[in-house]
């Protein structure tokens, strides 16, 4: 795996930022109409169908799509519906899931053996102190139950983002079009257990063409492009390096709700986001800078990372030119 990620991929991976971050916005919109269970069953639906007809499934083991499907679909977003459903706000909501991207970090060290580098250490010090300012300025936009509902969204995306790594380089729409199988009917039965007929009969009667053009936004961009996205990324790349980015969305977030939803963006939302942003500055752009003075270094002189590469090689590699 490369420790580091591609000019392309890195704008891809900040175009999924951006859909992600509006998307608290636009799911408040939606749970003005559709009760959180529903709106989430409809939601897979639409990546489900008509998709699987045209896409084959991937090459990943049934298991696998199901933990993934579960993870993603019953727990992620099982979970945040419910907890954006009147118990905390869009803008916090979009900081506390970030958790995931320790939760995500951790599962992998235990899975795959990875280790974090002290500018990692240093680089996630940082996003916390943001996260540490919103915090801090918004304890009041939530309930306890509504920050253990978010948080449990974070620890299920971390568990789908180890599904996707396990699963290897599939690909990607396949990959989500096909979980969704197992995302769907958990979401429709716990519905209609725990908001009955009635609330769904009148959600439905009471949608309308922006009720449905929010649903097309969940299924098509969030999930389809973003999840497809970020499980190929995930697949591509150590999840030190992908699952940090992620701590943008809640400055796109902050941003999205003031504009589309007018909530106030105050000056400690700003000093948060500078935070936050410079965690992620030296997260990306310490290895590269590490890289660099790699490359500096005479071939003679062997680096741990240098014989390692011998021993995977075979033998020493010849000497690079002058």
Do not use: C
């Not at 795996?1 to 859909?19: E, F, N, P, T, Y």
């Not at 699987?52 to 993870?71: D, E, H, M, T």
């Not at 919103?134 to 995306?157: C, D, F």
């Amino acid at each position: 795996m490369q420790s580091h990620l591609s000019v392309r991929d890195l704008a891809v991976a900040l175009l999924v930022i951006l859909v992600w971050g509006v998307n608290f916005a636009v799911i408040r919109i939606g749970l003005n109409s559709l009760p959180p269970l529903l709106f989430a069953a409809l939601r897979f639906t639409f990546v489900l169908f008509p998709m699987i007809f045209f896409l084959p499934r991937p090459k990943a083991s049934w298991v696998n799509l199901a933990f993934y499907g579960l993870a993603i679909g019953l727990g992620q977003f099982g979970f945040l519906f419910i907890a954006m459903n009147g118990m905390i706000s869009p803008g916090l909501a979009s900081l506390v899931i970030q958790m995931q991207v320790f939760f995500t970090i951790a599962l992998s060290m235990v899975r795959s053996s990875e280790t974090l580098k002290p500018y990692q250490l240093m680089a996630f010090a940082l996003a916390i102190a943001g996260m540490a300012v919103i915090v801090a300025h918004n304890g009041k936009g939530s309930t306890i139950l509504g920050l253990v509902l978010t948080l449990a969204a974070a620890a299920s995306w971390a568990l789908a983002n180890q599904a996707s790594k396990e699963a290897g380089k599939v690909n990607a729409l396949s990959y989500v079009v096909w979980s969704s199988m197992f995302s769907v009917p958990p979401l429709y039965l716990l519905s209609l257990w725990r908001e009955g007929w009635p609330a769904i009969a009148t959600g439905l009667l009471h949608a309308g063409s922006s009720t449905w053009a929010v649903i097309l936004y969940q299924s098509a961009g969030n999930t389809m492009f973003g999840y497809g996205v970020w499980a190929w990324l995930h697949a591509r790349y150590p999840a030190a390096t992908v699952a940090p980015l992620a701590l943008l969305v809640p400055v796109v977030g902050f941003a999205a709700s003031a504009l589309i939803l007018g909530e106030p963006l105050q000056g400690w939302k700003i000093a948060a986001a500078v935070l936050v942003l410079a965690g992620l500055a030296v997260n990306l752009f310490w290895a590269r800078r590490d890289r660099a003075a790699l490359k500096t270094v005479p071939w003679t002189v062997l680096s741990d990372e240098r014989r390692e590469l011998e021993r995977a090689t075979g033998g020493p590699r010849a000497p690079a030119p002058e």
